[in-house]
């Protein structure tokens, strides 16, 4: 069975740091770009950052930009998110999200389609 596993949510004050984590299984990510989707109550969804398992390019939102590092262990079917200098507008659910075949850049910008989603971590950020 196919399952992205999601962990490392969680209620922190703004200017703190999470990072989250991402297990593969069922698939090896060879191949496949990974990353992670948000979703903020009443806002679109929305690509935060995707790596590419192939040549390690990423992706980066320009909202998160300078702020989140993503980050792969292959070995391991393992993708984290380190989340520091956290806002409020931050708070969102985040998903792991796969895709074979598709670069980070183009990943980043897809709206739906990929062939794998986890079922999401809520992260808080507090004022």
């Known amino acids: 069975e196919v399952q992205l596993v999601e962990s490392g949510g969680g209620l922190v004050q703004a200017g703190g740091s999470l990072r989250l984590s991402c297990v593969a299984s069922g698939f090896t990510l060879d191949g496949y770009a990974i990353g992670w989707f948000r979703q903020a109550p009443g806002k679109e969804r929305e690509g935060v950052s995707c790596?590419?398992?192939?040549?390690?390019?990423?992706y980066y939102a320009d909202s998160v930009k300078g702020r989140f590092t993503i980050s792969s262990d292959n070995a391991k079917n393992t993708v984290y998110l380190q989340m520091n200098s956290l806002k409020p507008e931050d708070t969102a659910v985040y998903y792991c999200?796969?895709?074979?075949?598709?670069?980070?850049?183009?990943?980043?910008?897809?709206?739906?389609?990929?062939?794998?989603w986890g079922k999401g971590t809520l992260v808080i950020v507090s004022s």
């Open positions: 790596i590419s398992s192939s040549d390690g390019s990423t």
């Open positions: 999200v796969a895709d074979w075949g598709t670069t980070a850049q183009a990943m980043g910008l897809m709206e739906d389609g990929m062939d794998y």
